[in-house]
């Protein structure tokens, strides 16, 4: 049985690319290196850092990662769904390989500004990971997911002390991701998320909680259970280095605890182009991988970063 839900809202992407194709509207390329560094100039929180509207800026990092190496390659997905439309025979079974390339792209464009008098700006978004089977010959070298996250997001400018930091921006945002594929691999949710950003020095901060939202069709009902309600991401610059860590927890502290932990480190070589480390350990690298505990190791280059 084929899933027909609908599981990618094109709309938002038709927003954002009617944005770029807008008469009027400036692009910005996101291979600028002269990009932002504070989170001021990443979120144009005050009119000095502000460019307008229809303009595509940075959201999350941008690289490429030709050798990426698992330690359990998911070669039988499964959902927690019980339908027996999400699982698969162990016949169909893919013999993946531990090394595989993969790559993300990401980018912002606001169009909305100042709703609320000098307050509240509204802005789409789109992230896009694959991971690609490019040196298993004996599959044809096919990718083996794609996840897509388009969101919408509201964001405020603040100012508030706390702990050192100041906290400088807040809001919240609806998020789809999908991998755009049919049962028994179809993997989706949608969630409203709540994000504050802090900053100090050569540090930044961002604390995500989020709220799941039902739907008829569940691919992944225990998702939350495995990759966490919510997120921080924690980043450092210092010198030609830079250094984040994206962590996510069920907030469970018995033996049923789980969560995923993603950290990098970027060094510039030359121009906008940075060696790139990434190592992650736990659940949901991908969607497919939701429920999937693994350990990686990637090594490449990108090309945008956090700041």
Known sequence: MRNTKNKFPYFLLFIVFGCVATGNAQISSVFNNKRIK???????????????????TPYKPIYVLPFRWSSQPNDQPYSGNPSADYQIPDEDAQDFNHIEAKFQISFKVKILQAIFGRYGDLWVAYTQKSHWQVYNNSLSRPFRETNYEPEVILNFNTNIKMFGFTNKMAGVSFNHQSNGRDMPLSRS????IFHAGFERDNWQVYLRPWIRMPDDIDDNPDITDRIGYGDAT??????RSIFSFTGSSNFTPNKHFSGYGEASWSYELFGNLKGYLQ??????????????????IGLGVSLVEWL
Do not use: C, P
Request: avoid cysteine; glycine fraction near 8%.
């Open 38 to 56: 504070s989170m001021s100039q990443r979120w144009e929180l005050d009119t000095l850092t502000s460019a307008g509207t229809f303009v595509i």
């Open 189 to 192: 949710w949608n969630r409203v």
């Open 234 to 239: 924690v980043i450092y610059s210092k010198g």
């Open 279 to 296: 190592v992650t350990h736990g659940y949901g690298e991908t969607l497919i991988d939701y429920n999937n505990r693994q350990t990686t």
